[in-house]
């Protein structure tokens, strides 16, 4: 079997968690590193956080890489009132032992998209796209190097969740989300129209519970985890972002989209970070992005618990 090689890039997030694990779990996945950025908590906490995610899989030898620690050209915006002060609240695990690497995320990012064969690297953002877009201005030429951008961020239906146009991931750093949505890289975009379909339910979170030795840890960030949308959106369960990413690179056949327009919203401050989708195609803006609309929700979390016990 031909693995496909991934980085992820992430701000841990209990979310973000699930997702570095379902890679570590699948052998489909050549996980060549882990690239981390502030956004739900400050850089120095996702890049420990990274690390003790790694460590609970089992796997010290990880690479894992700090990156930016701020925007592209705005203030930090964290959600520790989502994620926790931590950013991994709902249960405590030993502080990490394995290193941080001491080559930078974009460094990373770069040397690794110029070295590794044209068109086989396959990037995994799941957080704000700092990290990505500063590799992408300071290195242009390692755009047309990537295999594909799979990224979790933005909203059509579902709007906001951060703001009531924006989702958290592209309204911390929009500029760089621009950047990113307009390289011209074959773009899949996991919005919050799929994720929110992708919700935890008591049965699903007692699944992740028995689902072997990392499954109590899993079970506890979700408690934790969804008890902010639970509140906010009245639903039973939440919205289990960032491992759809993942998912969708395992069983494609899971998720539904469209090809279609999306451009990002930096000039207004009202819509700050809007992913302006044309998801009725009512411009002649070119598509530039596999907008993701649909799951199937049971198949997913299926995968995850499945994937899970593995480790
Ligand atoms: O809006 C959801 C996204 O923001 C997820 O990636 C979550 O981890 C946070 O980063
Ligand atoms: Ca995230």
Redesign the pocket.
């Known amino acids: 079997m031909t693995k496909r090689k991934i980085i992820i890039d992430t701000?841990?997030?209990?979310?973000?968690a699930v997702a570095i694990l379902l890679a570590l779990a699948s052998p489909e996945i050549d996980l060549l590193g882990i690239t981390c950025v502030a956004?739900?908590v400050p850089l120095e906490l996702t890049a420990k956080n990274a690390r003790i995610v790694c460590e609970l899989a089992g796997r010290p030898e990880t690479r894992v890489f700090a990156g930016c620690d701020r925007p592209m050209a705005r203030k930090l915006v964290t959600?520790e009132h989502?994620?926790g002060k931590t950013g991994l609240d709902g249960i405590t695990l030993p502080d990490p032992v394995m290193p941080l690497q001491d080559q930078h995320a974009v460094d990373f990012l770069i040397e690794t998209l110029r070295t590794e064969p044209e068109g086989t690297v396959t990037l995994c953002p799941?957080?704000?796209l700092t990290n990505i877009a500063t590799a992408f201005e300071r290195a242009p030429d390692i755009i047309p190097r990537i295999q594909e951008i799979v990224l979790?961020?933005g909203a059509y239906f579902e709007v906001g969740?951060?703001t009531p146009t924006a989702?958290?991931?592209i309204y911390v750093d929009p500029e760089a989300a621009k950047i990113v949505f307009g390289a011209g890289v074959p773009l899949t975009v996991m919005p919050?129209d799929v994720?929110h379909k992708a919700l935890t339910t008591r049965a699903r979170v007692e699944a992740f519970r028995e689902a072997g030795r990392v499954g109590p840890a899993v079970a506890s960030w979700t408690d934790f985890f969804e008890r902010f949308d639970k509140e906010k959106y009245g639903s039973e369960g939440a919205?289990l972002?960032?491992p759809c990413t993942v998912a969708y690179l395992l069983r494609p056949e899971l998720f539904s989209g469209r090809e279609i327009n999306v451009e990002i919203e930096t000039g207004s401050d009202l819509t700050l970070g809007m992913t302006v989708a044309d998801w009725w195609r009512v411009t002649q803006r070119a598509p530039n992005a596999t907008f993701i609309g649909d799951v199937d929700a049971d198949g997913y979390f299926a995968l995850l618990v499945e994937r899970l016990a593995q480790l």
């Open positions: 701000d841990p997030g209990q979310d973000d956004g739900n959600a989502v994620h799941i957080a704000p979790m961020g969740n951060i989702e958290f991931n919050l994720t919205p972002h960032d």
